[in-house]
């Protein structure tokens, strides 16, 4: 909870607004700031193209099996994931709505609703296409007058969200809409500083893309070398849906369990290369267990602090941090090129999905409801994380789940999921785009947050 004191003439000039975040303390140091700089701002309004300022319309989703029947479709939790996976299809038979929902490269996202509200998305190269909820203010940049890059920049930093924020309003589904956002002033800069800016997130964006098409590079080598067959269109559905099995097969009588899709996917990695191992005859699998938190306001007297809620994120930060004098707070640290993997949530959701300890998270405190997976050499990291990623691995994982309200997964039932283990060179293969798919992530946070900086700081030296 944050804590402000407002005045009543502020409260009266201001459209007599009520919401609390509207007048947060630090939010309207922000909004003064802009205020002194108005002379040398625009309202983003006048620099979008006619008619670029808008969400998607509300309508009735009517979903297809697969990407032959429809349009693949991706929310906005979806979106803000450091990978994109498209949740599910939207049915062709919407016709022209298809493509009043379609995202464009180049285009920015401003989330209006629900618990990710205001986060700003560049569509990048390899979003571009897909259908996006009206859940979604979009911004259409009118290039003529201003780079679109130093546009979601602005609209990223501290100042652009400042003003998102102040306009969010609702009880228990918070909104915002695109006429809100009208107004925003946006803070126009010399040519060669947006130019600047604009390069750093192209870059940025350029990189994510190339991370992307490697682990598409890995995945298709790993199909190859173990002649799998293609499970990318079938799902574990969480819909009603019935199938037998044999009475010998029962040994638990989880439903997800028994699914086709993931008894035909650990059936095809047991058979498919001469040799198999269990994940813990690689790599060290465990889970420490629960522990308190107490947190700290000085960061020099703390560890970051991650939960799967950021650790999935584009560009993960910390939701806290944990004081270092905590009893066995060590125990909770990780280390980079380590693998963490989910092991509560929704299935369809967050849980079995895996993400890699950059160098970001590397030293921090992690939430023990993520698994940690410790491979020899960052090699053998690589050759995991496409394995245990792709839609084989993931479904490995996900069958062992257990519980109904909040299923759970059991470290040891992780530990001992087999996996197909080649000789080094055929590993390499799978492993290497992985790894460079890795350093283009960790370049694109890099050239982002760099851009983000150079936006707020000239903010604070125009003033």
């Known amino acids: 909870m944050r804590t402000g004191a407002v005045s009543a003439l502020d409260v009266i000039s201001d459209g007599a607004r009520l919401t609390g975040g509207y007048h947060l303390s630090e939010d309207q140091r922000a909004i003064a700031r802009l205020k002194r700089v108005a002379r040398m701002t625009t309202p983003l309004g006048d620099l979008c193209r006619a008619g670029g300022l808008f969400r998607g319309p509300i309508f009735k989703r009517i979903y297809a099996k697969d990407a032959e029947h429809g ?3 991706v929310s906005a939790k979806d979106l803000v994931k450091a990978e994109v996976r498209p949740s599910s299809y939207l049915s062709n038979h919407l016709g022209g709505l298809l493509e009043q929902l379609r995202l464009r490269e180049g285009m920015i996202l401003i989330t209006c609703s629900g618990m990710n509200l205001g986060s700003v998305i560049w569509v990048r190269r390899d979003l571009d296409g897909l259908c996006g909820t009206h859940d979604l203010i979009r911004v259409v940049p009118d290039r003529d007058k201003i780079p679109a890059g130093y546009l979601y920049a602005f609209l990223a930093s501290r100042y652009g969200n400042a003003w998102i924020r102040k306009h969010i309003y609702g009880g228990n589904i918070k909104h915002v809409e695109p006429h809100h956002l009208t107004r925003l002033p946006v803070l126009r800069l010399p040519d060669r500083v ?3 800016i604009d390069e750093l997130i192209t870059s940025a964006s350029q990189h994510r893309a190339k991370s992307s098409d490697c682990m598409q590079i890995a995945w298709d080598a790993m199909t190859a070398t173990f002649e799998l067959q293609d499970l990318s269109e079938s799902s574990v559905s969480t819909d009603f849906a019935t199938f037998s099995v044999r009475s010998r097969m029962l040994q638990r009588l989880d439903a997800a369990h028994h699914h086709p899709a993931c008894t035909k996917a650990q059936a095809e990695f047991h058979d498919c290369w001469t040799r198999s191992v269990a994940l813990a005859e690689v790599a060290g699998v465990f889970t420490p267990g629960i522990f308190k938190r107490p947190h700290v306001d000085d ?3 703390g560890y ?7 650790l999935f994120q584009i560009d993960p930060e910390p939701r806290g941090y944990l004081s270092k004098r905590a009893p066995g707070i060590e125990a909770y640290l990780v280390e980079k090129d380590w693998l963490l993997i989910q092991d509560a949530g929704q299935l369809g959701g967050l849980i079995g999905r895996i993400t890699r300890v950059g160098a970001q998270v590397s030293g921090g405190v992690v939430s023990n409801h993520l698994v940690r997976v410790v491979p020899r050499s960052q090699e053998e990291a690589g050759y995991l994380f496409a394995v245990l990623t792709s839609p084989h691995g993931y479904r490995c994982i996900t069958r062992l789940a257990f519980g109904t309200s909040i299923p759970q997964l059991d470290p040891q039932h992780i530990a001992s999921v087999r996996i197909p283990w080649p000789p080094k060179d055929l590993r390499a293969r ?8 890795w350093r283009s992530k960790e370049s694109a946070a890099c050239a982002e947050r760099e851009a983000v900086l150079l936006v707020e700081r000239a903010v604070e030296e125009a003033v």
């Open 71 to 73: 349009v693949a479709y």
């Open 194 to 196: 947006e130019l600047r």
């Open 299 to 301: 960061p020099a007297s």
């Open 304 to 310: 970051a602090y991650f939960s799967g809620s950021e």
């Open 430 to 437: 799978i492993s290497h785009p992985v790894m460079e798919g």
